[in-house]
């Protein structure tokens, strides 16, 4: 991403009507360290045919429904809670911190380890990584008991689609029923 267009970015998410900044202060940073920089790193090493993938049109069309109909129940359900312009940028938000997070965890790491390991420890190996590193600043305990077989499904998810596509949308919509639940 040029400077231009990450300064338009911030431009925008500055000017944005919500009250507590999370496009600005969470999402941009979010997509910045597990995205931008993994990207920028893949090519300055020479890896970037790892780094990229492509997606059907029918997993585009898929994802792209079911993140629009879950939007739609959840804003219906929860606008009382948060206010009708702040559950728009909840949902932007964690739309995107999953596919950030699957980008970094199920797509670069997982094909790294599944290069030197099998299948089975690779994917193992991903989740603790994703349980213990990824999500350093919670509960040790949570960790090991809600996220690494998070981590260890979203990992099989990811190798039977062979996309993050669809474990970006399963995690987006595990965070956001956490935030309502």
Same mark, same amino acid.
């Given at each position: 991403m040029s400077g231009v267009a990450l300064l338009i970015v911030v431009l925008i998410m500055?000017? $944005?009507?919500t009250k507590s900044g999370i496009l600005l202060r969470m999402t941009l940073p979010t997509v910045i360290s597990l995205v931008i920089i993994p990207i920028a790193l893949a090519k300055f090493l020479n890896k970037t045919e790892?780094?990229?993938?492509?997606?059907?049109?029918?997993?585009?069309?898929?994802?792209? @429904? =079911?993140?629009?109909a879950f939007s @739609? @129940?959840?804003?219906? =359900?929860?606008a009382n809670l948060f206010g009708?312009?702040? @559950?728009l940028f909840l949902l932007a938000h964690y739309f995107l911190?999953?596919?950030?997070?699957?980008? =970094?965890y199920r797509n670069i790491i997982l094909n790294e380890l599944l290069e030197s390991w099998n299948t089975f420890y690779s994917v193992l190996l991903c989740a603790l990584i994703f349980a213990v590193i990824g999500h350093v600043g919670e509960s040790? =305990?949570?960790?090991?008991?809600?996220?690494?077989? $998070?981590?260890?499904?979203?990992s099989i998810v990811r190798?039977?689609?062979?996309?993050?596509l669809y474990t970006?949308?399963?995690?987006?919509?595990?965070?956001l029923l956490l935030i309502a639940g």
């Open positions: 500055n000017i $944005l009507p790892k780094v990229f993938f492509k997606w059907s049109k029918k997993e585009l069309w898929i994802s792209s @429904i =079911l993140i629009i @739609i @129940i959840y804003c219906n =359900l929860n009708k312009f702040t @559950i911190a999953a596919f950030s997070e699957e980008f =970094l040790p =305990l949570d960790n090991l008991v809600y996220r690494f077989p $998070l981590g260890v499904v979203f190798l039977k689609t062979n996309s993050v970006s949308v399963i995690h987006a919509f595990y965070n």
